[in-house]
């Protein structure tokens, strides 16, 4: 079993940046991706960011060129480094984490930002 506790979330002006934080523990060796998901209302859930253990990390196009996420494999954690903010971008943000077999996910961190 996995476990995933976020941190980072906060409010923001437009323009700011926020770092989210995943950790992940219990049984971390055989991750191979991590990624955040966001879920704004009246929205569907959009798939942010995600990275593969030995891949490239890969985008939603809205936060291409203003977010970049990261892995820490001493740490078990995944960073989601998040600049330019944008009012849409506020959502709860969700990471997840799989081992090809189950996805394991977070606990949601809000993102807020707002003049």
């Known amino acids: 079993q996995v476990q995933l506790v976020e941190s980072g979330g906060g409010l923001v002006q437009p323009g700011g940046s926020l770092r989210l934080s995943c950790a992940a523990s219990?049984?971390?060796?055989?991750?191979?991706?991590m990624g955040w998901y966001r879920q704004a209302p009246g929205k569907e859930r959009e798939l942010v960011a995600r990275i593969f253990s030995g891949g490239s990390p890969s985008y939603a196009d809205s936060v291409k060129g203003r977010f970049t996420i990261s892995r820490d494999y001493a740490k078990n954690a995944a960073y989601l480094q998040m600049n330019s903010l944008r009012p849409e971008d506020t959502a709860v943000y969700y990471c997840y984490a799989g081992d090809r077999s189950s996805v394991y996910w977070g606990q949601g961190t809000q993102v807020t930002v707002s003049s």
């Open positions: 219990g049984s971390i060796f055989r991750l191979n991706a």
